[in-house]
């Protein structure tokens, strides 16, 4: 079945630890985005791709860090400089079409905890 | 000028009642505006979605209504079910050059049986 995969679903790390999560779609989707989402938050926008080897910051991109080597990869790093990096992360795709108008397809999300 | 304000923050409605959920926006280049689903532990999924030009827009039991004027939209669950149980999130799309989804802070719905 086509979708987005995240992993890891769930993710612990020590403080002042890199750690990377994983987004892999099989949409043949040309944008990949990154949220996070906290309690009471919403969704805010971390980093997202709209091609190959191309990608920008979101709103909140201090801390983090992305690349697209792959249509169908986006891989996010959370960098020992976030502050709070505990959080449910979620990755997203949209197609030409869809991303004209918001209609983003999303991964289950992993859930980091920094101990 | 970029937030989409949502309210209630948490809502509790019997099996059979009638859910709303309200958002305002003030970015008049907002031309997009859809409503997402959350189940616990999964992604949010597009669950109906209205342009500006519209006021109102069906699919099932579930309702967008759109007050351009007042910069105000609602999502309205008829026959509530404890199936749609969720977190619901509105949000708000403008394209162009900025192409960007704002989404608003969700709202927790438990539909008791």
């Known amino acids: 079945d086509g979708g987005i995969t995240q992993s890891p679903k769930y993710l612990f790390r020590k403080e002042g630890q890199n750690v990377t999560l994983s987004c892999e779609q099989n949409l043949n989707h040309d944008a990949m985005y990154w949220y996070r989402q906290d309690p009471g938050q919403g969704l805010r926008l971390i980093y997202y791709?709209?091609?190959?080897?191309?990608?920008q910051k979101g709103d909140i991109a201090e801390g983090y860090s992305v690349s697209r080597e792959k249509k169908e990869s986006f891989p996010l790093t959370v960098t020992s400089a976030q502050k709070n990096p505990t959080a449910f992360y979620l990755c997203?795709?949209?197609?030409?079409?869809?991303?004209?108008?918001?209609?983003?397809?999303f991964g289950e999300g992993s859930r980091l905890t920094v101990l | 000028q970029q937030q989409v304000k949502q309210s209630p923050q948490s809502l509790i409605v019997q099996k059979g009642g009638i859910s709303i959920i309200n958002c305002a926006y003030e970015n008049t280049a907002f031309d997009y505006f859809p409503w997402y689903q959350q189940f616990p532990g999964k992604g949010p999924a597009l669950l109906i979605a209205i342009r500006p030009d519209v006021s109102e827009k069906k699919e099932g039991r579930f309702t967008i209504s759109f007050n351009k004027s007042a910069k105000q939209f609602s999502l309205h669950i008829m026959d509530s079910q404890p199936g749609d149980s969720a977190t619901y999130f509105c949000a708000a799309f403008t394209g162009g050059a900025t192409n960007k989804l704002i989404f608003g802070t969700g709202t927790l719905l438990a539909v008791q049986p």
């Open positions: 791709s709209q091609i190959v080897n191309d990608f």
């Open positions: 997203a795709s949209s197609t030409s079409t869809s991303g004209r108008t918001g209609e983003l397809f």
